[in-house]
């Protein structure tokens, strides 16, 4: 019931099948650095941050980070605007990619990790995808 309540105070309901999160998980997800991108943006939807506020809520190198976030800008998946000189990045505008993110993030860990289960089982998983946190 618990997991219940949370979605429910979720702005967004979920709307997206699971084969459609299973979908987008195989366009746009590759390994656990991009898995864990996508539930901080899912969890942060409105916000824009530096890559350094990025990096200090993620668990891995600084380098990881800059890849897994430069692919997700040419994916389309973040947008980037620049203030008095300095970069912030925020999920996209694209309603479509939002969505898919924030139902992706409003999943408890247990459906994240059987939907992640279901991804890897059909052979669409990348085989450098990994449940173990980045080494710095």
């Not at 890849?67 to 999920?91: A, I, P, R």
Request: aromatic letters at 8%.
């Amino acid at each position: 019931m618990r997991g219940w309540h949370r979605r429910s105070v979720m702005a967004m309901p979920n709307v997206l099948s699971e084969e459609q999160l299973l979908r987008f998980l195989e366009k746009h997800v590759g390994d656990r650095l991009k898995t864990e991108l996508l539930a901080f943006w899912g969890r942060h939807p409105n916000a824009k941050f530096t890559r350094g506020a990025i990096y200090c809520a993620l668990d891995c190198t600084k380098s990881e980070m800059e890849k897994g976030l430069k692919d997700m800008v040419e994916t389309g998946l973040v947008d980037t605007c620049t203030h008095n000189g300095v970069s912030f990045y925020s999920l996209t505008a694209n309603e479509e990619r939002r969505r898919a993110v924030i139902e992706l993030a409003s999943l408890d860990y247990w459906e994240r990790h059987q939907l992640m289960v279901k991804y890897l089982g059909q052979g669409i998983g990348q085989p450098h995808y990994s449940s173990t946190s980045c080494q710095s």
